[in-house]
């Protein structure tokens, strides 16, 4: 098990400018037809400053950290062994190419299931905008196998 003493444990903060052409890219890879997250010039008829932020793209930002997983070593986590089990997000306002979005993560629950075979990591990330806006929320539940 995982030992509690790691609920409240929060990652170095990190801060990442969102790309234009990687959105780009990432709305082609997820078949996006909307032209307002490829197009600049539709993005902006449709009264976006720029092209918007799909949804799910915070988490491909979030990974651009550093060293992403540099945090299951001081947990004691064996990257291996690490299933994604669950992701949720709550959304508070759009995030467009230019933004600067700030990630600040935090763990907020740890236990385990299966007499210990399975050690569940709740893990909450606040994303906040240039303007210390809040821009969005996700939780993620991992999952580690033993034995």
């Known amino acids: 098990m995982i030992d509690r003493k790691y609920i409240g444990y929060t990652s170095p903060p990190f801060t990442t400018e969102v ?7 990432f709305a082609q890879a ?5 032209p307002v997250y490829t197009d600049e010039a539709a993005a902006r008829a449709a009264g976006h400053p720029s092209l918007p932020v799909p949804p799910t793209f915070f988490f491909c930002l ?8 540099g945090w299951f070593d001081d947990l004691g986590i064996d990257l291996p062994k690490v299933l994604h089990g669950e992701q949720r ?7 467009h190419a230019g933004d600067r979005l700030r990630f600040d993560s935090t763990v ?3 236990y385990e299931r299966k007499g210990g075979l399975l050690d569940f990591v ?26």
Do not use: K
């Open 30 to 34: 997820i078949g996006e037809t909307d």
């Open 89 to 95: 997000f709550v959304y508070h306002r759009l995030a």
């Open 122 to 147: 709740v893990q909450d990330n606040v994303i906040t905008n240039q303007r210390d806006e809040r821009v969005a929320e996700f939780r993620r539940t991992l999952v580690i196998r033993h034995g």
């Open 108 to 110: 907020v629950d740890l």
């Open 19 to 25: 790309e234009r052409g990687r959105l780009r890219f």
């Open 62 to 69: 979030e990974m651009d950290r550093p060293d992403p997983y």
